[in-house]
């Protein structure tokens, strides 16, 4: 699968950055997840959560066309062009529901998600439940 030999490649440039005697002082090795090869498996558990919710709910899309150059660590999308006109209403819903910092980049608009190591599968799930949600509404 290209996806996933694209995924280890890239999380163990990353990983293979931070030296083995200062890995266990990064916050998510102290919840006990102590190999580089779990902390490439919770990223990309991570992103397909959030990429599968965006592929599926009908207010969204990615910005990334191919699925083999999407980000593991910065997933951005947008809102569907039929339902542009929602953009600062679900950035202040999801607000409302505790999301910081998903506004896009000021000249491309849009939301990124910052999945680095130290976000949890959890504050991803509330981000796809927030987006459901307001699904929901509209």
Do not use: W
């Amino acid at each position: 699968d290209r996806s996933v030999i694209k995924m280890d490649k890239t999380a163990k440039m990353i990983i293979e950055l931070v030296p083995d005697e200062v890995m266990h002082k990064i916050p998510f090795f102290v919840r006990g997840h102590a190999t580089k090869d779990t902390v490439a498996k919770i990223a990309k558990e991570r992103a397909d959560l959030l990429y599968g919710e965006i592929d599926r709910n009908k207010l969204f899309r990615g910005t990334v066309k191919n699925e083999e150059d999407r980000s593991y660590m910065n997933i951005c999308f947008v809102l569907n062009d039929e339902y542009n006109d929602l953009q600062q209403e679900f950035f202040d819903f999801a607000t409302a529901r505790g999301m910081v910092g998903i506004k896009g980049h000021r000249s491309v608009g849009g939301f990124r998600a910052s999945c680095y190591n130290a976000q949890t599968i959890e504050g991803v799930q509330a981000l796809v439940d927030t987006m459901k949600e307001f699904e929901a509404q509209h």
